[in-house]
Nanobody
């Protein structure tokens, strides 16, 4: 089992920055991939960015060049640095991990609101 705790959401003006953090506990040695997803009201949950245990990353086209995903030295923490935020980035952001056996775990979500 893996538990995830997110932090760092909040309210920011357009053009501003936020940094989200997600700390994993439990069976962290089983973690292969960590990522961030978001869900805006009335929309489906979508991938924002992902990073593997060997630091390969991928991003949604809508955030490329503005968001950066990274993992902490202990590999049980993942960060999402969000710059040049836009109102359309407003959503609940969720941390997700995928274990090597394919099991997925989700955090509880953190609200990001970007005002225009």
């Amino acid at each position: 089992q893996v538990q995830l705790v997110e932090s760092g959401g909040g309210l920011v003006q357009a053009g501003g920055s936020l940094r989200l953090s997600c700390a994993a506990s439990g069976n962290i040695l089983s973690i292969h991939r960590m990522g961030w997803y978001r869900q805006a009201p009335g929309k489906q949950r979508e991938l924002v960015a992902g990073i593997t245990s060997d630091s390969n990353t991928n991003y949604a086209d809508s955030v490329k060049g503005r968001f950066t995903i990274s993992r902490g030295n202990a590999k049980n923490t993942v960060y999402l640095q969000m710059n040049s935020l836009k109102p359309e980035d407003t959503a609940v952001y969720y941390c997700k991990t995928n274990a090597y056996n394919g099991v997925a775990y989700w955090g509880q979500g953190t609200q990001v609101t970007v005002s225009s």
